[in-house]
Nanobody, 120 residues
Framework: QVQLVESGGGLVQAGGSLRLSCAASRRFFIINNMGWYRQGAGRQRELVAAITSGGSTTYVDSVKGRFTISRDNAKATVYLQMNSLKPEDTAVYYC??????????????WGQGTQVTVSS
């Protein structure tokens, strides 16, 4: 059973920063896209940022210039640096890794979610 373990969430004041990490419990033979999603109260889950195997990144418009996604393939870990946080960034953040883990099958794997709360 491959698990993605997220860390780094918490409570921060508006304007502050947090760094989310998401590490897989196993190494991967192949990692394609990695990403971060979020779901606020009463809202649908949305893609926040994604990074391809080649390092290309995409961001939802609301976080451009404030958030940075990065990855470490050897550690099967994806990061999300969040700066200049706003109350509207408050949500549960989920990571996703699309790939083939050792002893596993090729598919999307998801973390359990980590709460980010930004106070005004």
């Amino acid at each position: 059973q491959v698990q993605l373990v997220e860390s780094g969430g918490g409570l921060v004041q508006a304007g502050g920063s947090l760094r989310l990490s998401c590490a897989a419990s196993r190494r991967f033979f192949i990692i394609n896209n990695m990403g971060w999603y979020r779901q606020g109260a009463g809202r649908q889950r949305e893609l926040v940022a994604a990074i391809t195997s080649g390092g290309s990144t995409t961001y939802v418009d609301s976080v451009k210039g404030r958030f940075t996604i990065s990855r470490d393939n050897a550690k099967a870990t994806v990061y999300l640096q969040m700066n200049s946080l706003k109350p509207e960034d408050t949500a549960v953040y989920y990571c996703s890794i699309d790939g083939l883990p050792m002893g596993g099958v090729s598919r999307d794997y998801w973390g359990q979610g980590t709460q980010v709360t930004v106070s005004s």
